[in-house]
């Protein structure tokens, strides 16, 4: 293990211990805001593509309704047409004229049932269409809903976590300046550590494995730790560092000692 040489070890540690706590802390009110913040820009994504599918989906539907109305239009007059070909054809005495005229009614006829068929066609797949569009429309509601919630909830967790995470930031400015007024190696030492490390733990409690023996294990990597480190740092007069992973390490109840006199 390595041990950095401090005068009054005792006090700085209880520094570092506070500072560290006050980390931790931080950490934890960040923590509470998750990862709402990524779900809603997820949700939003999701929104998008829906808004462009119920989009396509609405003009097709549109495009078809305006293929039906023509049709029925058109239908509409060859109906005409068809009645006057018949008046025609009841009245024409010329052979050749005559089967003019029928040949255009029997075409007349055909087109009429062929637009019947499309038309037909045409409003299945309107309904399809119309099926497909309502439950895009449906899901994007419902997304925009979740959506509007998730945000709701963010905006409650940031009032309660903007104010805290001040708060912390404030006191560790002020304890981080104690810190580097009186050790300022030990608060570079500390700080480049604690950039480093998960979650800030740049200082951890060891861990006691088995009471009997002593067994004692680095709380940051888990590291199994010299036994006598743990009767060392209840002495509290110098500043040890994990070997392994680089964080300081204390005694656990002097940790909480600490710990506990915070506010
Ligand atoms: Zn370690």
Redesign the pocket.
Same mark, same amino acid.
Request: overall charge positive; proline content about 0%.
């Given at each position: 293990m390595t041990a950095v040489e401090v005068s009054q070890a005792q006090e700085l540690l209880t520094i570092l211990i506070r500072l560290q706590v006050l980390y931790n802390r931080l950490h934890h009110v960040r923590q509470q805001q998750g990862d709402l913040p990524f779900q809603i820009e997820d949700l939003q994504a999701k929104a998008m593509a829906l808004k462009h599918e119920a989009n396509e989906l609405a003009e097709q539907v549109h495009r078809i309704e305006h293929e039906i109305r023509s049709l029925f239009t058109s239908n509409e007059s060859l109906r005409d047409q068809q009645q006057k070909l018949q008046k025609m054809l009841n009245s024409i005495r010329n052979e050749q004229e005559f089967f003019r005229v029928k040949n255009d009614l029997e075409e007349t006829n055909l087109t009429i049932q062929r637009n019947i068929k499309t038309i037909s066609r045409l409003q299945k797949e309107l309904s399809e269409k119309q099926a497909e569009l309502d439950a895009k429309q449906n899901a994007l509601a419902e997304t925009q809903e979740i959506i509007l919630d998730k945000e709701e909830k963010l905006r409650h967790v940031l009032q309660i976590t903007t104010a805290q995470e001040e708060k912390l930031l404030e006191r560790i400015r002020t304890v981080s300046e104690e810190l580097q007024m009186k050790n300022p190696r030990l608060y570079q030492l500390f700080e480049r550590r604690r950039r480093s490390m998960r979650e800030s733990k740049a200082l951890?409690p060891i861990l006691c494995i088995d009471q009997e023996s002593n067994m004692v294990? &680095? %709380? %940051?990597?888990?590291?199994l730790?010299p036994r006598q480190l743990h009767w060392e740092l209840t002495q509290r007069n110098q500043v040890y560092i994990?070997?392994? &992973? %680089?964080?300081f390490?204390v005694d656990a109840s002097f940790f909480e000692e600490v710990a506990s006199t915070m506010e």
């Open positions: 951890v294990a &680095c %709380g %940051g990597c888990y590291r730790l994990c070997e392994s &992973c %680089g964080r390490l």
